[in-house]
């Protein structure tokens, strides 16, 4: 397709395989209030974007091309690595090189509401490279010694919680994964480790991360009280 038609790209990896949910198949698979996290997710997403790209666990491809089908724009699902930096690779791999940003947002944030999307989006269309939203951190901080002790307190005033749809020029986000892969960072800490400066907009809570069967009964409490 022509870079003209592709300038915004969504990467959503979809590729774990849920271990501590626990639930017997991909996370991204499993359906909460009649819909899969990845059919949340991407649908979100498929409102604000020119072209989606899910990487998916090895052997899925067919069933989650079934769960997407009747998106609002077009859909490529490729197959997603070891790690979650090896799945956003992969839909890196499979943009057109004209693509102007790209949004990475996990599968597993299926109520992420679309305003922080479009927030992410808004401030690259400002101009800047790497944008990212942040919550701040209600509990109390400590770090820990190797014996399991305090071992002191953190300051977490200037401390936030990070979540996705995180934005990228998309030659940004190139040059970031070709500089090379970090498993103790996600695809804002790349982009920082080139140099590029990474800047924030507020998150939502709302848009929390499904880990847990914890996780699942909050997102399907908030889906029955919409209802
Ligand atoms: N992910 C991926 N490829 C991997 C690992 C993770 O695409 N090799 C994706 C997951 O599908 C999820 C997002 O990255 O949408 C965040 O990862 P996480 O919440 O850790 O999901 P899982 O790795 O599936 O869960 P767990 O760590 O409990 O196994
Ligand atoms: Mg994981």
């Given at each position: 397709m022509p870079a003209r038609e592709m300038s915004v790209a969504a990467i959503v990896p979809a590729a774990g395989s849920g271990q501590r949910l626990g639930s017997g198949g991909p996370k991204a698979l499993h359906v909460l209030g009649g819909q899969s996290l990845l059919r949340r997710s991407a649908q979100m997403l498929a409102e604000l974007v020119d072209v989606l790209v899910v990487a998916v666990p090895a052997d899925h491809e067919a069933e989650v091309r079934h769960d997407l089908a009747g998106l609002p724009c077009?859909?490529?699902?490729?197959?997603?690595?070891?790690?979650?930096?090896?799945?956003?690779?992969?839909?890196?791999?499979?943009?057109?090189?004209?693509?102007?940003?790209?949004?990475?947002?996990?599968?597993?944030?299926?109520?992420?509401?679309?305003?922080?999307?479009?927030?992410v989006l808004a401030a690259l269309r400002d101009g800047l490279a790497a944008v990212i939203p942040v919550i701040p951190i209600a509990d109390t901080l400590k770090t820990l010694g190797s014996d399991g002790q305090v071992a002191a307190a953190v300051d977490r005033s200037r401390l936030v919680a990070v979540q996705t749809p995180q934005g990228f020029r998309y030659n940004v986000l190139a040059h970031a994964h070709r500089a090379g892969l970090d498993p103790l960072t996600d695809d804002a800490g790349l982009v920082e480790a080139i140099g590029v400066p990474v800047h924030t907009v507020p998150g939502d809570p709302v848009g929390f991360k499904i880990t847990t069967p914890y996780d699942v009964l909050i997102a399907e409490a908030l889906l029955a009280a919409r209802s």
């Amino acid at each position: 397709m022509p870079a003209r038609e592709m300038s915004v790209a969504a990467i959503v990896p979809a590729a774990g395989s849920g271990q501590r949910l626990g639930s017997g198949g991909p996370k991204a698979l499993h359906v909460l209030g009649g819909q899969s996290l990845l059919r949340r997710s991407a649908q979100m997403l498929a409102e604000l974007v020119d072209v989606l790209v899910v990487a998916v666990p090895a052997d899925h491809e067919a069933e989650v091309r079934h769960d997407l089908a009747g998106l609002p724009c077009p859909v490529l699902v490729v197959v997603g690595g070891a790690t979650r930096q090896h799945s956003v690779a992969a839909g890196l791999a499979a943009l057109d090189t004209g693509t102007e940003f790209v949004l990475v947002h996990d599968a597993a944030r299926p109520l992420m509401p679309p305003a922080v999307a479009v927030a992410v989006l808004a401030a690259l269309r400002d101009g800047l490279a790497a944008v990212i939203p942040v919550i701040p951190i209600a509990d109390t901080l400590k770090t820990l010694g190797s014996d399991g002790q305090v071992a002191a307190a953190v300051d977490r005033s200037r401390l936030v919680a990070v979540q996705t749809p995180q934005g990228f020029r998309y030659n940004v986000l190139a040059h970031a994964h070709r500089a090379g892969l970090d498993p103790l960072t996600d695809d804002a800490g790349l982009v920082e480790a080139i140099g590029v400066p990474v800047h924030t907009v507020p998150g939502d809570p709302v848009g929390f991360k499904i880990t847990t069967p914890y996780d699942v009964l909050i997102a399907e409490a908030l889906l029955a009280a919409r209802s």
